[in-house]
């Protein structure tokens, strides 16, 4: 009897111990386990770094604006014809210094254009009661286009004689071109000597034309601009 407690007693002694160690093993199992979850947790937590690459994308410029349409052109009106008379020769505002070339492509000149009967500013083959062109915009009339002329003012003064030449005894004369403005005062920017035997004579005639007063030319009541050519003669009383 007491053999069989004392083997019981050491088969239970080994079923004790082989159970501890079974405890253990699987405890280290199971620990194992939660610490390669827990990290494969953490590992899958963390997020993913990707590259991104971004693009800037060109905005559509605005399209410029369409340009306005021209108006349409005005209706072509017929010239009048021109007045059957002759034309007049006048001297330009601007004098060339060199001779000008020759234009072989201009209409010939007919002297019958030069007759000196009928309307001046026509022509010879004109039609009768016709009108002359006038000038457009600012550019001033000539004299034969105007009713009224360019006339001096009563009461202007013309030109002081130079003493140096009066002291001299020198005569001589000035024949001045210039325009006339609306108001009747000398466009001093047109002012040419045309011809001049002294160029003190026509300093002097430039100062007086600063200062002098015109009745303006008028067409149709109105004034308007005109080329004047006017002489100054300067004379001594002997």
Not at 218 to 225: D, F, P
């Amino acid at each position: 009897m007491f053999n069989n407690l004392l083997e019981s007693q050491a088969k239970k002694q080994k079923r004790l111990g082989g159970s501890f160690a079974s405890i253990v093993f699987h405890t280290a199992i199971v620990a194992a386990l939660v610490v390669v979850t827990k990290n494969a947790g953490i590992v899958n937590e963390k997020p993913k770094e990707e590259k991104v690459d971004f693009v800037e994308v060109k905005k559509d410029e605005p399209k410029p604006p369409e340009p306005e349409k021209p108006p349409p052109p005005p209706d072509a009106v017929a010239a009048p014809p021109p007045p059957k008379g002759f034309q007049v020769l006048s001297a330009p505002v601007e004098i060339p210094n060199v001779i000008p070339e020759i234009d072989l492509s201009k209409k010939v000149t007919d002297e019958a254009d030069f007759s000196g009967k009928g309307v001046a500013g026509g022509i010879a083959k004109g039609v009768e009661g016709g009108k002359a062109p006038v000038p457009q915009g600012d550019q001033p009339y000539f004299d034969f286009q105007v009713e009224k002329p360019v006339v001096m003012a009563p009461g202007a003064q013309g030109p002081a004689y130079p003493d140096m030449l009066r002291t001299a005894g020198i005569e001589g004369q000035v024949l001045a071109q210039f325009v006339v403005d609306t108001t009747g005062r000398a466009e001093m920017g047109t002012f040419k000597a045309l011809k001049s035997d002294n160029d003190l004579f026509t300093t002097a005639v430039k100062n007086a034309l600063q200062r002098m007063r015109f009745l303006p030319a008028e067409v149709g009541g109105r004034k308007v601009k005109q080329l004047v050519q006017q002489p100054f003669q300067f004379s001594l009383n002997r």
